[in-house]
């Protein structure tokens, strides 16, 4: 899968934009702040439906504008296709589809896979445990609706026991109409993750020993509670100590994944250099198995992939990336124009078909390559 060309109006700091894009490297050069990063986000939002950044949507429109459109052509599985965005504050978002509108946003997710590397991944080991829990939802909604249906249903349930509990209702039956509904999605919520962590665990190991030049040991697992008597009798029974605190304190929106280095937390005994590392490994792990469920390569962003690494790492990520045949479209961006003549030195079949673009306050000017 490739897009061949972007359209934007009023997205972010970018008035207009309109961008031809090469089907292997595309190269966004700039200095921090100008509009590179966005370009990504525009991506993003066109596979996601949302930000990377998790901001509001109204947020996504030009200052001192009313509205915002995106517009991305792609070839996809032997065929052309377009979505397209509208976005006004205050009012609902509408997506489209070779020109027809979703009824569900849900129906759009996994059918156009991207997956983004950005400073912002540091939130996924600094952060705290929804970063991860969204981390890998996102990769299991992609390849399946019957999981992101799940989760839908679950967060719908959770939100309706957690505003009994506020209010300190004692409608019995209505706490375990929503308690039994959380068990039946909980249930395959928690399997899933289970079994696609430790597939992703295996391919993960393999490029973090990869870039690290197997020079420390990085693992991580999945941590959650195994409800004996299941979730919804758990749930009841817990129900009082709930109402004190007045939110659901335990269930699969409580699990996490936990992230270590040489057997110690990540977090805390790790450089910025290995926490790159591991980031970038978890990264290569999410395309891989994208690509394996989707049957297609997602698009790859890498923003200011280079940030924090010593020399080693870097070439050694650089190989990753040229390997020929693993990855699809790449998108990259940097503040050196060296580093990005350097990647695409490194990948072969790119250096007669790679496309570069200077940046600056939202413009976006094609440079020879």
Same mark, same amino acid.
């Given at each position: 899968?490739?897009?061949?060309?972007?359209?934007?109006?009023?997205?972010?700091?970018?008035?207009?934009?309109?961008?031809?894009?090469? &089907?292997?490297? /595309?190269?966004?050069?700039?200095?921090?702040?100008?509009?590179?990063?966005?370009?990504?986000?525009?991506?993003?939002?066109?596979?996601?439906?949302?930000?990377?950044?998790?901001?509001?949507?109204?947020?996504?429109?030009?200052?001192?504008?009313?509205?915002?459109?995106?517009?991305? /052509?792609?070839?996809?599985?032997?065929?052309?296709?377009?979505?397209?965005?509208?976005?006004?504050?205050?009012?609902?978002?509408?997506?489209? $589809?070779?020109?027809?509108?979703?009824?569900?946003?849900?129906?759009? *997710?996994?059918?156009?896979?991207?997956?983004?590397?950005?400073?912002?991944? *540091?939130?996924?080991?600094?952060? @705290?445990?929804?970063?991860?829990?969204?981390?890998?939802d996102?990769?299991?909604?992609?390849?399946?609706?019957?999981?992101?249906?799940?989760?839908? $249903?679950?967060?719908?349930?959770?939100?309706? $026991?957690?505003?009994?509990?506020?209010?300190?209702?004692?409608?019995?039956?209505?706490?375990?109409?929503?308690?039994?509904?959380?068990?039946?999605?909980?249930?395959?919520?928690?399997?899933?993750?289970?079994?696609?962590?430790?597939?992703?665990?295996?391919?993960?190991?393999?490029?973090?020993?990869?870039?690290?030049?197997?020079?420390?040991?990085? @693992?991580?697992?999945?941590?959650?509670t195994?409800?004996?008597?299941?979730?919804?009798?758990?749930?009841?029974?817990?129900?009082?100590?709930?109402l004190?605190?007045?939110?659901?304190?335990?269930?699969?929106?409580?699990?996490?994944?936990?992230?270590?280095? @040489?057997?110690m &937390?990540?977090?805390?005994?790790?450089s910025?250099?290995q926490?790159?590392?591991?980031?970038?490994?978890?990264?290569? %792990?999410?395309?891989?198995?994208?690509?394996?469920?989707?049957?297609?390569?997602?698009?790859?962003?890498?923003?200011?992939?280079? @940030? #924090?690494?010593? %020399?080693? $790492?870097?070439?050694?990520?650089?190989? *990753?990336?040229?390997?020929?045949?693993?990855?699809?479209? *790449?998108?990259?961006?940097d503040?050196?124009? #060296?580093?990005?003549?350097?990647?695409?030195?490194?990948? &072969?079949?790119?250096?007669? /078909?790679?496309?570069?673009?200077?940046?600056?306050?939202?413009?976006?000017t &094609?440079?020879?390559?």
């Amino acid at each position: 899968m490739i897009v061949k060309s972007l359209y934007l109006n009023n997205f972010k700091n970018i008035e207009h934009a309109q961008l031809e894009f090469s &089907p292997k490297i /595309n190269c966004l050069l700039g200095d921090n702040g100008m509009g590179k990063s966005n370009l990504l986000d525009a991506l993003y939002f066109l596979s996601y439906c949302k930000s990377f950044t998790g901001a509001n949507d109204g947020l996504m429109v030009r200052r001192g504008e009313d509205y915002a459109s995106l517009r991305g /052509n792609y070839f996809r599985r032997g065929l052309d296709e377009e979505i397209s965005a509208g976005l006004r504050p205050g009012s609902r978002k509408v997506f489209k $589809r070779s020109g027809k509108a979703y009824q569900r946003l849900a129906e759009h *997710i996994g059918a156009f896979p991207l997956v983004l590397l950005s400073p912002a991944d *540091i939130e996924l080991t600094t952060g @705290d445990s929804s970063e991860r829990r969204r981390f890998i939802d996102r990769i299991i909604s992609q390849s399946d609706s019957r999981y992101l249906d799940s989760l839908i $249903r679950y967060n719908s349930a959770l939100e309706q $026991r957690n505003r009994l509990l506020r209010d300190e209702s004692s409608d019995d039956g209505l706490y375990e109409a929503l308690e039994l509904q959380l068990e039946m999605s909980g249930l395959y919520i928690a399997l899933r993750r289970d079994a696609v962590i430790a597939q992703l665990r295996d391919i993960f190991k393999r490029y973090y020993s990869k870039i690290s030049d197997s020079a420390e040991l990085a @693992d991580f697992e999945y941590s959650h509670t195994d409800y004996a008597e299941g979730l919804a009798a758990h749930l009841r029974h817990n129900r009082r100590r709930d109402l004190a605190l007045k939110h659901t304190s335990s269930g699969p929106h409580r699990d996490d994944i936990v992230f270590t280095s @040489d057997g110690m &937390p990540l977090r805390r005994t790790a450089s910025q250099g290995q926490t790159k590392t591991f980031t970038t490994a978890l990264r290569f %792990a999410q395309y891989e198995l994208l690509r394996e469920a989707l049957g297609v390569k997602p698009l790859l962003l890498l923003d200011d992939i280079f @940030d #924090k690494l010593d %020399a080693g $790492r870097v070439r050694r990520i650089m190989d *990753i990336v040229g390997a020929s045949g693993s990855f699809g479209q *790449i998108f990259i961006t940097d503040t050196n124009r #060296k580093h990005l003549d350097e990647i695409v030195a490194d990948i &072969p079949e790119a250096a007669e /078909n790679y496309r570069l673009w200077h940046v600056e306050r939202g413009v976006f000017t &094609p440079i020879e390559a």
